[in-house]
């Protein structure tokens, strides 16, 4: 069974940083693609960005809003994908989900895990 | 980037009835690239739909997507308890893109 265990959310202020990881289990983590969605609080889902397999190069793409303060990363070794925000804004507070790509549709984020709750307050 | 537009923004029905909710483009889109998710309250979005009309995994058959171009649509034939919920559209493609929501409720 896939499952991917979201942690690192919390309470921070304006201009700190954080780092989410999202461990996963039940496949092989290599393989896929991943990506990050977030959605604030009683608003919709926005992608963040994902980071291909290191098969297909590793390289990550980002939405406008977060490129260049946050990076997605990810250790094969540890299962394990990562998500670093730096300069937080308040517009950041979300639930982030890690999600899987094309592990068992194409094209299609197709596994989720429950999310994890930043809160960027003063 | 691709803007996509659903409506309406919420659906009125009754468990038994047919619900059919749109997505609308802002550009043609390659049907591979459009996408269904649904999001009951408090749970993470499932997977429904990718490529316009293939069910992903574990999916009942009462859902199916269709469309091409910059119109889409997904029908749920008959409503279960369980499928009231919001339901979101996606372009999958750098960047990805949802649109907003459609919420089913009673």
């Known amino acids: 069974e896939v499952q991917l265990v979201e942690s690192g959310g919390g309470l921070i202020k304006p201009g700190e940083s954080l780092r989410l990881s999202c461990a996963a289990s039940?496949?092989?983590?290599?393989?896929?693609?991943m990506s990050w969605v977030r959605q604030a609080p009683e608003k919709g889902l926005e992608w963040v960005g994902r980071v291909k397999s290191n098969a297909d190069g590793g390289t990550t793409h980002y939405a406008a809003p977060v490129k260049g303060r946050f990076t997605i990363s990810r250790d094969d070794s540890r299962n394990t994908l990562y998500l670093e925000m730096n300069s937080l804004k308040m517009e950041d507070t979300a639930v982030y989900y890690c999600t899987t790509e094309g592990l068992a549709a194409l094209a299609a984020l197709d596994f989720w895990g429950q999310g994890t709750l930043v809160t960027v307050s003063s | 980037e691709v803007v996509l537009t659903q409506s309406p923004d919420t659906l009125s029905l009754s468990p038994g009835e047919r619900a059919t909710l749109s997505c609308r483009a802002s550009q043609i889109v390659d049907s591979r690239y459009l996408l269904w998710y649904q999001q009951r309250p408090g749970q993470a979005p499932r997977l429904l739909i990718y490529?316009?009309?293939r069910r992903a995994t574990g999916i009942p058959d009462r859902f199916s997507g269709s469309g091409s171009g910059t119109d889409f649509a997904l029908t749920i034939s008959r409503l279960e308890p369980e499928d009231f919920a919001m339901y979101y559209c996606?372009?999958?493609?750098?960047?990805?893109?949802f649109g907003p929501g459609t919420k089913v409720d009673i």
């Open positions: 490529g316009t009309s």
């Open positions: 039940g496949f092989t983590f290599k393989t896929p693609w």
């Open positions: 996606q372009h999958y493609g750098n960047p990805d893109t």
